[in-house]
């Protein structure tokens, strides 16, 4: 998978020589913290991920690099990272598990409830 590595701004860190405190670097030392940090909003979207959903939601919502296709090639993985696409997929994700849940947990209610009405009406149970 590629991702945004040219001049990246990030922290300059423990520079004591001089005031600067924000540097832009190029190179996979700035493309891999970029994935991560994208991983690490998914995650606040959605805690309840997991590594393989991670990594199927980085690799469905790529886009492939210009004069490309989406098929695997060994320079760039599957693509390059969107950030708002893999974002939008993990909040309808989040949608269709709270409606999941929610719906499991009424049904569930649901069929206790019943079955505590049908005891108490056998005498077993006393609502």
Known sequence: MASPGT???AAL??????????IAMTGTSMASPFVCGLVGL????NPRLTASQI???LQRTSRPLPNADFSWRDDAGC???????????VRQLAQVEH??????????????????????AAGRFQL
């Open 7 to 9: 001049e990246i701004v």
């Open 13 to 22: 860190g423990f520079n004591f020589e001089d005031d600067e405190e924000w």
């Open 42 to 45: 998914m995650l606040a979207e």
């Open 55 to 57: 990594r199927g939601i």
């Open 79 to 89: 693509g390059v990272v969107d950030p708002q696409a893999c974002l939008d997929e």
């Open 99 to 120: 409606s999941f849940t929610t719906d499991f947990h009424l049904s569930t209610n649901l069929i206790c409830r019943s079955r505590r009405m049908a005891d108490a």
